[in-house]
Structures are given as C-alpha cells and as structure tokens.
C-alpha cells in the first residue's frame, strides 16, 4: 500500500459529507469506483500505460480537498476577459472543480441544448458508462471524489454555431487537489465544438484530476480543444473517453504551452462503421516540465478512419512521452489509421520516449504508425544563418514552423490564429508562465 493509502481513508472517513454535496446519479458509482481502487491502488511504472509517469510520487503529497464546496471568493469576470473576435458567445468558468454561477448572459444557444452543471443534469444512462468501463485507478479516484462538473447536451440535428470557451481556473491559499468531471452528449446529427483553457491564478501546488465523457451520436460531430497554460506547480491528470457511432466526426486536440507534470490520456473507440476522428497534440516544454500523452483508439466497425499527430519540442531537462496504440478489431474490415509522432530535443539533457503500436486483427486495412526524435536541420540553420538571421531566430522560426503543422489542422480559425501568437511568445521566451487566460488577452 502506497500513497493511495490516505485517498482510501479520506473516503471511508468523508463518504457522507461527499455524498451529500453531490447527486444520486453520481453518487451511485462511488462505492463501486472506491472498491476498485482500493483492490488496486495506483498503477507503478511496471504497468505499460503508465511506465513513464510515476503516479505513486504525484499522489503522495497531502493536498487540501474542498468537500464541503466551501465557495471561493472570486469572480472570474474580474480576473480573464475573453475578446477574441468570433471564438465564442458563451463563457463559462470552472473555479477548481465548481462551475461558477452568474447571471451574465451566455450568449443564445439553440433550442434543447443544455450546458450546465453535471450535479444537476446527469442522468444514469450515459454518467460514468465509458469511464467506468476503464479500469483506470486515476479515473475511479475522480469517481470517488467528483462532486460536480460540467454537462453538456445537443440534441438531434441541432447545431451549435459558435464554439462554447470553458476557462478552468486553479485558485487557494493553500496546496490543492480538485476532481473535475465533464458528460458530452451529442444525440443523432449534433454538432458542438469545445475550447477547455486550463490556468493557474495562484503560485500554489496544484494536482487536477480530470475526467472527460463524450457520446458522440450517428452523424454527429464534435470538435474538443484542450489548452493547458498553467505553472511549473501544477500537476494535470487527464482522462478523456470518448465513444463514436456511425459516420460520426471528432477532432481532437491537447496542446500544453505550460505545465509542470501532465498526464493525457485518451481512449476513443469508433464504434459505428464509417466513423472518423483526427487527433492532434503538441507540446513545448523546457527545464524540468514533463508531459506524458498516452492514447488508445479502438476500431471496432468497417470502414472507419483514424488520424493521430504528434509533436513535441523539448528543452533544458525537460521530459516528454508518446505512447499510442491503435486496436483493429476482428470485422473491422476497410480501417484506415495514420499515427505519427514527430519531436525535438533542443539540448542533450532533454528526453522523449515515443512508442506508436499497432495491434490488427483485420486482414483488409490500411495503417501505418512511424516516429521520429531529432534535432533541427544543421543544413536549414546554416542557410538562415548566411542571411543574417542570428542563430537565436532562426532556431525559434524553425521550431515554430515545426509546431504549426499541428496548429494548422485545427478548424477554428481565431483559436489557430491565436495559437500561432502564443507559440511564438512561447519559442521567445516571452509566455513564463499563466497570466490568466492568454487566449483571451
């Protein structure tokens, strides 16, 4: 028994008191998420998924946990502004692991769509279904402690036309532990697209726990965009589970200009034939930051397409890991699956491990994987060099063009713009850390 031994207690000490800050829906799956939990503890570095992210030592300190969802005196409205022009018309903050409650208005949404809060909204037939069905302890420990979230639902056919901005804002006097939680419902033909910024208000340590639901419905499309920009205290663990019916689209992209240690999983299963998703990440990461992306996208009907970009650039001591597996079922015949992961290391203390797997049980698919971990081009600086480019510039241009393949994929056009502008601070020198929320400034 490792450091998992103090969550153990703290349930079996504070069942009540989370439980009567919560919903039945939710509390229904604690117990259960408890029991598995304490059979298995934190996963050590010998189980696959988790071989480059010791999770025993990100547990082990003893984090403040508010059950008693004690309201934190902040208004985000004082604190982030968002102008970004035509990004989006409906604002909602996450203080820790609480949706903030306003009056300011939102912005008109479609008729039947429901963004709110997950204690309110969430319904047995979707909450916990795929996450649930993980056997991931870092999941079942959001399960057990999860007392709110974020739900969001779109109903057949409708549309949502402007992207939808949750700014999830890290704020205590003291260290902090918060368990986020988000449900995704997308019915038959609806079409959402997602911006989650993740910042750090406060010079403490942070440990975030997040677990993210999507059903994606026949014909439906779902755009996720998943931003951190937080401090070198901050630690992130993220889950993301998402379920695909036929002919379905989901674009998904984690991009971390600022972390301290970050954990990204995400498991997608194309379940409904003709279903397609493009998943993008990249990652810029210096002194001893460290950013782990695990994915695993499961193919189980014909005819479906998967896409995986990669990218990562490292410098000083910082650390990087890609570990990503695409699953070709039996019957999932016609498969098309690309997985690239492209990284650079900028000193020789910086370190990426990289493992594309495949895994095919179908004899009539088209799927390549490949990797690569290098330095920039010797022949492409020597050149900006004899032009007068100092080496300092060139070596930003040449990475900035690195990262924006990536960028350049991503459908919402103000946010890749913005993007592009971050980046190049980032590459500068001149983005050190979270200042509230970047993209909105």
Known sequence: MGSEKQYIELYEECR?????????????????????????GFPSKKVERYK???????????????????????????????????????????????LYH?????????????????????????????????????????????????????????KVERAIQVINILRSDVDLMVSRRVLIILEEGAEIKMLFCDHAADDRHFLATQVIEAYVGVNASLDLYCLEETHAKNVRISNVYIDQQANS???????????????????????????????????????????DNNTLIIHQASHCTSNER?????????????AG???????????????????????????MYTQPMLEIYADDVKCAHGSTVGQLNDAALFYMRQRGISLKEAKMLLQNAFINEVIDQMNLEPLRNRLHHLVEKRFRGELNKCEGCKLCK
């Open 16 to 40: 009540e008191m989370i439980h009567k800050h919560s919903s039945d829906v939710m509390n229904a799956e604690r117990d259960e998420a408890f029991y598995r939990f304490k059979a298995q």
């Open 52 to 98: 480059y992210t010791d999770m025993q030592k990100l547990f082990e300190p003893d984090y403040g946990l508010n059950l008693n969802r004690l309201q934190i005196p902040v208004n985000p409205y004082d604190a982030f502004r968002c102008d970004v022009p035509n990004l989006s018309t409906s604002l909602y903050f996450v203080v820790n692991d609480m």
């Open 102 to 158: 306003d009056e300011k208005p939102k912005g008109h949404l479609p008729e039947g769509v429901i963004i709110g809060s997950l204690k309110d909204f969430a319904t047995s037939d979707y909450y916990n279904h795929l996450a649930g069905q993980a056997n991931d302890a870092t999941t079942d420990l959001n399960t057990m402690l999860a007392q709110d979230g974020l739900y969001v639902y779109v109903p057949k056919n409708v």
């Open 249 to 291: 689209h989901v674009n998904h992209h984690v991009i971390t200009l600022h972390n301290g240690v970050t954990r990204n999983k995400l498991d997608l299963t194309l379940s409904g034939e003709g279903a397609e998703c493009q998943c993008n990440g990249c990652v810029i990461a210096d002194k001893q930051q460290h950013v």
């Open 310 to 322: 990669y990218k990562y650039v490292l410098d000083d001591k910082a650390t990087g890991a890609f």
């Open 325 to 351: 597996r695409v699953l070709v079922e039996h019957g999932a015949q016609k498969t098309v699956s690309q997985m690239t992961n492209q990284n650079l290391t900028a000193t020789k203390e910086a370190r």
